[in-house]
């Protein structure tokens, strides 16, 4: 198995898609020697740019992560798309035309593009596309663009280990850009006006300004905003320029490594905090479960002690949990 982990990632940095592909289905599925596997990655990882893109449903995200690829191509660099799936009933649409759009780049190697099921996993879904972003990113691919379905709190914590944020409107939501997930807003360092051909795009511009007008960044950063009409391809150097303007400004005041620090400390937490809860997990079962919540609703046991108990066993090493 250690020889296996070695050769795959092996070919992995050497280029091979389906290394990558295979490194991919074992992190995201947790099959045995996921962790190993990332161990052995994380060292390679912490080159690519992060993108993160996200906006309402239909909102034209992946025709603008497919336009930006395309652009970024040009300039020799090599890509990775994660498309996360919603988990609203759009999923079956967004697939379908995911797959249609992103078949434009099938034969160049240079981008590639993986999607990903929800599968209501339990709030694990921002620590697997994190995971699965880590694999790409040591790959070696320049940039990693991940499109989620700005919907929830998953998407809002999947975006927030991005280095960079793009929001995507279109006109004619009209006053929703206030009411709009006020996460969502706050993550933007840069909004996108998509669907430009369509009235109302400066009222949403307006919308955006007079929010801004009402509270500062702590990094002293204005979101910029960029109009485009991707389906037509229609702003997207804006955009690469806009987005280039961000991570200059990042460079020049040491942000980025902060930011970075700062996604860890959030990242590290709901790491332990996933560990601890497996491990908890697999010392109950579900009929233990069901025996102690009974206890519990007939004040026969008190759910404080119990939690410090499973807690303190749920860290012992194995070994000292034979001995209890
Ligand atoms: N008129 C117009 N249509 C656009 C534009 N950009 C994208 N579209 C269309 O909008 C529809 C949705 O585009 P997608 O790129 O699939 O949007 P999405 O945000 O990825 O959608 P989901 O992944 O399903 O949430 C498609 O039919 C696009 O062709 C645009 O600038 N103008
Ligand atoms: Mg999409």
Known sequence: LAYDFARTVESLRAGDPRAL???ISIVENRAPGWSDLLKALFPHAGHARILGLTGAPGAGKSTLVDQLARHYRKQQNTIGIIAVDPSSPYTGGAILGDRIRMQNHHADAGIYIRSMATR????????TTADVATVIDASGRDLVMIETV???QD???IVRLA???VVILVPGMGDDVQTI???IMEIADIFVINKCDRDGADHVEREIRAMQSLATRADGWTPSIVKTVASEGRGIAELATAIAAYEAYLKTANLAEKRTIHNWQQRLIEMI?????DRARAQLTGQQLETYAAEIAAHRRDPYSL????VTTAVLPPASKNNL
């Not at 905090?273 to 809860?277: G, H, N, T």
């Not at 939690?307 to 499973?310: D, L, S």
């Open 21 to 23: 592909s295979r490194a």
């Open 120 to 127: 209501g996993s339990l709030g694990g879904l921002a620590r």
């Open 150 to 152: 700005g919907v929830g």
């Open 155 to 157: 998407e809002i914590d």
């Open 163 to 165: 280095d960079i944020t």
């Open 181 to 183: 997930k006020a996460g």
């Open 273 to 277: 905090r996933d560990a601890m809860l």
């Open 307 to 310: 939690v410090e108990e499973i």
